[in-house]
């Protein structure tokens, strides 16, 4: 079992940054990949990004690529997501999640390959 509980947003301006934190419990968090989703009013949940179990892999969103950065530090059993040079449209609700690493070293991107989720923290950005 594993509980992840996020921490980090708030209300940023357009074009600030903001550093959300996703703090995970157990032992075995070297033995998950972890991604960043979120979800927008009246929007599905969607994939922002992921980050494997030895940080070594990422994959991003095109909507985000190039602005924010998905990290984690193993030691402290968190994953972390950067994000730089926000938008309005980043607004949402910011989940993070964790999926079994694959034996093929693969990086999960749908929801359902996520087995724990956090309660999601809120993150607005004004125009």
């Known amino acids: 079992q594993v509980q992840l509980v996020e921490s980090g947003g708030g209300l940023v301006q357009a074009g600030g940054s903001l550093r959300l934190s996703c703090a995970a419990s157990?032992?075995?968090?070297?033995?998950?990949?972890m991604g960043w989703f979120r979800q927008a009013p009246g929007k599905e949940r969607e994939f922002v990004a992921t980050?494997?179990?030895?940080?070594?892999?990422?994959y991003y969103a095109d909507s985000v690529k190039g602005r924010f950065t998905i990290a984690r530090d193993n030691a402290k059993n968190t994953v972390y997501l950067q994000m730089n040079s926000l938008k309005p449209d980043d607004t949402a609700v910011y989940y993070c999640?964790?999926?079994?690493?694959?034996?093929?070293?693969?990086?999960?991107?749908?929801?359902?390959?996520?087995?724990?989720w956090g309660q999601g923290t809120q993150v607005t950005v004004s125009s």
């Open positions: 157990g032992r075995t968090f070297r033995s998950y990949n």
């Open positions: 980050v494997s179990w030895s940080g070594g892999s990422t």
């Open positions: 999640a964790a999926a079994a690493a694959s034996w093929n070293g693969s990086l999960q991107k749908r929801e359902y390959e996520y087995t724990y």
